[in-house]
């Protein structure tokens, strides 16, 4: 079970840390990924991280903003967001896989929590 935090209302150009705080004793066993879901529009990829933190991917667009992060001791996952912008307004999900991936095809959700960047 995974449950992502830390949204909220913040200008342009500031910051905010996601978490997503995971139940259970596998969570090393899974990759680790951030996506975001727009009104209207499909869920994306933000980003993502192996298992032992080995590699991490981003979507172009928030690449060199958000940087994604692992405890597995702690079975808590980070997304720093940086520089944030109004398009980066969104709802925002944690998910795990065994497999990463860049599609939504992912085995467990978070149940969301929402980032409103203005203006």
């Known amino acids: 079970q995974l449950q992502a935090s830390g949204g909220g209302l913040v200008q342009a150009g500031g910051s905010l840390t996601l978490s997503c705080a995971a139940s259970?004793?596998?969570?090393?066993?899974?990759?680790l990924g951030w996506f975001r879901q727009a009104p209207g529009k499909e869920r994306e990829f933000v980003a993502g991280?192996?298992?032992?933190?080995?590699?991490?991917y981003y979507a172009d667009s928030v690449k060199g903003r958000f940087t994604i992060s692992r405890d597995n001791a702690k079975n808590t996952g980070l997304l720093q967001m940086n520089s944030l912008k109004p398009d980066d307004t969104a709802v925002y999900y944690c998910?795990?896989?065994?497999?990463?991936?860049?599609?939504?095809?992912?085995?467990?959700w978070g149940q969301g929590t929402q980032v409103t960047v203005s203006s």
């Open positions: 991280i192996t298992r032992f933190s080995s590699s991490t």
């Open positions: 259970g004793r596998s969570f090393s066993s899974y990759a």
């Open positions: 998910a795990a896989d065994p497999i990463l991936r860049t599609d939504a095809s992912w085995n467990y």
